[in-house]
């Protein structure tokens, strides 16, 4: 594992600490919020836009490129009208958008450096987000979206990492606060950009994403002086490269491969809710409020605000929660988190099961539905995404580190592929049954994440139960 003295990393004392950690994480936490602003902002558009605009007739003629890729679509999955045609091209993009992490990670690790990289790839995200407000070049955009994400995205969060020594008790807190603030990102994103796109016009909030992440790159490039070095990681890397891993580096690197493997499960179950539960909320949930001097119905963009909300809410409870049981040694395993988080996607599948049986004569259902799913599948985000940066962050061997991360990343590529194949049955099952398949195929997962237990403990946990 790389400390900060072994890759030049800003240690706490040398510059100084804010609210009890470095100042660079202060720095990280803005960029990916920014980031994650920008991301979901356009991600929360993408599939509303497909359906309801652009993949109409009168407009999809403009897309350059639209036959191609809706003929090599169709030589895998079959016919595909709009929605799941929608589905498989959100379930592409965001697939991409984490498989290319892993080429970022290794140019990262062996020729450009964790900051060069996050730098091109946040011009590349930028403007990728402007050029989707132009209709014909959605295709071009979303290309260049997902090479600029896969820049950026591994080598931000290993900077994270960097600024704590691996024995330090505050990198899974440090995880947890970075994990926070991609969530304010993601919560204001579809009350800006989505509302503005539905709400005023697509290209406005297309174009609100672009602004977001030159936010983000401006940010990074005034902290940069508080952010670890690159250049000695090379230099370590150089001395070690020929030195064969230790039996213990092995069983940690096959254990996270394992773990990623099974992640790519959590991904297409979780990833439903900027799919499909868009569609639900749009033509299932009942939206129209009565305050008595105004009515008007919620956006169903605003839904998606729900699950970093809940983030805000469940974040500290739970840091506070496990820091209590490591100081009294009853701590749930690494392996029992995960493990939890795919249970807990599953009862929020079971939970829109029910909503899918209430559905009254109108065929609309209460919103509360939507706000209970969003409670329970939050909780379980949580006990995998911060989760899972700090494990690969403290278990990956240094001269891997950033290729590491960006497996971790790219765990989202299958998982969003199968998401958007799965998504393509909205149009063709009833509900109920629809609902029941995300969640058989989450806890299925889960049960085999925890079966991994026995095999990756000696690593992952030491002595813990």
């Known amino acids: 594992m790389i400390s900060a003295h072994e890759t030049g990393a800003a240690r706490p004392s040398a510059n100084g600490e804010l609210f009890g950690h470095p100042r660079g994480l202060t720095v990280l936490f803005t960029t990916e919020m920014w980031e994650r602003f920008s991301y979901y902002g356009m991600a929360s558009l993408l599939v509303l836009y497909l359906v309801n605009y652009l993949l109409l007739p009168s407009h999809v003629e403009q897309v350059i490129g639209y036959h191609a890729v809706k003929s090599g679509l169709e030589s895998i999955f079959g016919p ?5 045609l929608a589905s498989q091209i959100y379930g592409f993009y965001a697939g991409f958008a984490y498989l290319l992490p892993i080429l970022g990670g290794y140019l990262a690790d062996r020729v ?14 930028a403007a990728g987000h402007f050029m989707m407000m132009f209709e014909a070049l959605l295709f071009f955009a979303l290309g260049v979206l997902v090479l600029g994400m896969g820049a950026f995205k591994p080598n931000v969060s290993t900077q994270v990492g960097s600024l704590y020594a691996p024995d330090d008790a505050r990198r ?10 991609i969530n304010i990102g993601a919560f204001l994103a579809p009350l800006v950009a989505g509302t503005l796109g539905g709400e005023v016009g697509w290209h406005y909030g297309f174009g609100a994403a672009g602004v977001g992440m030159l936010i983000s790159l401006a940010i990074y490039l005034a902290g940069l002086r508080h952010l670890p ?3 000695v990681r090379h230099a370590k890397v150089a001395v070690t490269e020929v030195a064969p891993f230790t039996a213990r580096e092995r069983v940690a690197i096959g254990g ?20 499909t539960l868009m569609l639900w909320a749009e033509t299932f949930t009942d939206r129209r409020i009565d ?5 008007g119905e919620i956006p169903t963009t605003w839904f998606l605000a729900l699950n970093p909300l809940m983030i805000f809410v469940f974040t500290p409870i739970l840091i506070k929660l496990w820091a209590a049981q490591a100081r009294t040694g009853t701590e749930m395993s690494t392996i029992g988190k995960l493990a939890l988080a795919f249970l807990l996607v599953g009862l929020a599948n079971l939970v829109m099961v029910a909503a899918a049986m209430t559905l009254g004569p109108s ?24 989760v899972g940066l700090a494990l690969v962050s403290r278990l990956a061997p240094a001269r891997v580190l950033s290729l590491m991360m960006g497996l971790w ?6 998982g969003e592929i199968l998401g958007g194949w799965l998504g393509g049955f909205w149009s063709r099952m009833d509900k109920p049954q629809f609902f029941v398949m995300i969640a058989a195929i989450a806890i299925v997962a889960g049960l085999a994440v925890y079966a991994l237990k026995p095999v990756v403990r000696s690593v992952f946990d030491e002595d813990r139960p």
């Open 172 to 181: 899974m807190r440090a995880y947890s606060i970075y994990y926070f603030g």
């Open 291 to 295: 305050l008595g001097f105004w009515r």
């Open 256 to 275: 996270l491969l394992a773990v990623f493997a099974l992640t790519s499960f959590f991904w297409a179950t979780y990833e439903q809710q900027g799919n």
């Open 112 to 125: 450009f450096g964790q900051r060069r990289m996050a730098i091109i790839g946040a011009v590349l995200m």
């Open 409 to 414: 990343l790219a765990a989202s590529f299958p």
């Open 363 to 386: 065929g609309k259902a209460s919103p509360l539905w939507l706000v209970a799913y969003f409670v329970i599948v939050t909780i379980g985000e949580l006990h995998l995404g911060p």
């Open 80 to 84: 595909l009208a709009p929605q799941p």
């Open 229 to 231: 070095a690159d250049e």
